[in-house]
């Protein structure tokens, strides 16, 4: 299993950016994908899940409203579009897919002026 994020950066806030994971070694179309964030000091928190066929999809309320995930099962990626980005979503970004215990290596996004 291996899960490659990408799409991170530094961005200002009020900015955008779209992450994304390319997922591969397991059944994508078969598997409920979850982002994640670790902002500095605190514990890794869900931001955002879609289900397997992508017809249903829950977010943290503190990114409700701004962030949109997605998916495209025939290229295996899933995607977070983050608007109106605020100094609070700096974090390390993670996506993992339900039910596997696998990590990706994290994409960083900072929000800074």
């Known amino acids: 299993v291996q899960l490659v994020e990408s799409g991170g950066g530094l961005v200002q806030p009020g900015g955008s950016l779209r992450l994304s994971c390319a997922a591969s070694?397991?059944?994508?179309?078969?598997?409920?994908m979850t982002w994640y964030r670790q902002r500095p000091g605190k514990e890794r928190e869900l931001v955002a899940q879609?289900?397997?066929?992508?017809?249903?999809?829950y977010y943290a309320d503190s990114v409700k409203g701004r962030f949109t995930i997605s998916r495209d099962n025939a290229k295996n990626t899933v995607y977070l579009q983050m608007n109106t980005l605020k100094p609070e979503d700096t974090a390390v970004y993670y996506c993992?897919?339900?039910?596997?215990?696998?990590w990706g290596q994290g994409t960083q996004v900072t929000v800074s002026s």
């Open positions: 993992k897919a339900h039910p596997l215990p696998h």
């Open positions: 070694g397991f059944t994508f179309s078969s598997a409920a």
């Open positions: 879609i289900s397997s066929a992508g017809g249903s999809t």
